[in-house]
């Protein structure tokens, strides 16, 4: 099995920044790719970007298109979710998810098979 845990949220006004991180420990493989959802209360899951093991394909959600950046450090087994420009619909609960063994990225919870247990992201207005 694969864990993965995030960190980095918080509280935060709206304009700024924050950085989630996602450690995957346990039994990994080459060619997993990680996502990042969010969920907040009374709402269904929504993806936000997911990124291929290379780094070289991503894909995010219309509404966090150049606001937010996806990146990931092979070596330490650790995808990276910049948040810029924070508004207060930025608000959930985000979580780190992975499938192993794939390249094609989906914005489908269902695609993913192994989930962190969220951190939660608070944007003030």
């Known amino acids: 099995q694969v864990q993965l845990s995030e960190s980095g949220g918080g509280l935060v006004q709206a304009g700024g920044s924050l950085r989630l991180s996602c450690a995957a420990s346990?039994?990994?493989?080459?060619?997993?790719?990680m996502a990042w959802f969010r969920q907040a209360p009374g709402k269904e899951r929504e993806f936000v970007v997911g990124i291929s093991w290379s780094g070289g394909n991503t894909l995010y959600a219309d509404s966090v298109k150049g606001r937010f950046t996806i990146s990931r450090d092979n070596a330490k087994n650790t995808v990276y979710l910049q948040m810029n420009s924070l508004k207060p619909e930025d608000t959930a609960v985000y979580y780190c998810a992975a499938r192993l063994a794939a390249t094609m990225l989906s914005k489908l919870s269902e695609w993913y098979n192994y989930w962190g247990q969220g951190t939660q992201v608070t944007v003030s207005s």
């Open positions: 346990g039994r990994t493989f080459n060619s997993y790719i």
